[in-house]
């Protein structure tokens, strides 16, 4: 079974700090997903990466793939109220047959 | 507006009763997946459909069942609910894994009593 950890598994920062979030496996990836969920709904894609060493920037996100396809981090640069959720990582390997493995989570709580 | 719409958002079983939890998605996706979401373990597979016709286990499937309808329909039943199958079922489909996003329903909170 593949594994994704998380870490931190909590974080309340105040509005305009700083902040990094970790997804780390021993298994390789084929691609790999950040999903946010907010309180009572389903998560959201925020981005894929597929190659290793990869990163993308969404505004104020920033996430890189590791360069061996089994780690990923999200930085989140001046945090704000409506960053708010629970960030879910999640891999993909082509050879399982149409399944992500997700992480464990990392809950985010930003205030004023 | 297009995606996955699942039902019903809430649910009280007693133990021992049984249930059909429903999932659509009018996106022509061809692969449709059941989740269970539990405090501190993230998102954990019950079931998949990688395409119409075809269903598999994934890690969590004993107490569970499921149906491909049809392309846009994937239902999961619960036959005799437990205590440990109080969760928050998610749905969710794709059209090709590793290159789009998960697009999930919003939900269906269930408590067995």
């Known amino acids: 079974t593949q594994l994704l950890e998380q870490s931190p598994q909590f974080l309340s920062i105040q509005e305009g700090e700083n902040l990094t979030v970790y997804c780390n496996s021993s298994?390789?990836?084929?691609?790999l997903q950040w999903y946010r969920q907010e309180p009572g709904e389903g998560p959201v894609l925020l981005v894929t990466?597929?190659?290793?060493?990869e990163v993308k920037k969404l505004k104020r996100l920033t996430f890189q793939f590791g360069d061996a396809r089994k780690d990923s981090s999200l930085h989140i640069t001046a945090a704000q109220p409506g960053d708010t959720g629970l960030y879910l990582c999640?891999?993909?390997?082509?050879?399982?047959?149409?399944?992500?493995?997700f992480g464990t989570g990392t809950r985010l709580q930003v205030t004023l | 507006n297009a995606g996955v719409t699942q039902t019903p958002k809430f649910q009280v079983l007693k133990t021992g009763q049984s249930m059909t939890l429903q999932c659509a998605q009018d996106m022509n996706h061809n692969s449709m997946y059941w989740y269970r979401q539990d405090p501190g373990m993230g998102l954990r597979l019950i079931y998949y459909?990688?395409?119409?016709?075809?269903?598999d286990k994934g890690e969590v499937p004993n107490g569970y069942n499921v149906s491909r309808l049809n392309k846009r329909e994937f239902s999961l039943r619960l036959e005799s609910a437990a205590p440990s199958q109080t969760s928050v079922y998610f749905c969710a489909s794709i059209a090709r894994v590793g290159y789009y996003g998960y697009t999930f329903g919003s939900g269906t909170r269930l408590t067995v009593v």
């Open positions: 990466v597929v190659t290793g060493g």
């Open positions: 999640a891999g993909a390997n082509t050879g399982t047959a149409s399944k992500l493995t």
């Open positions: 459909s990688a395409s119409e016709g075809t269903t």
């Open positions: 298994s390789v990836f084929s691609s």
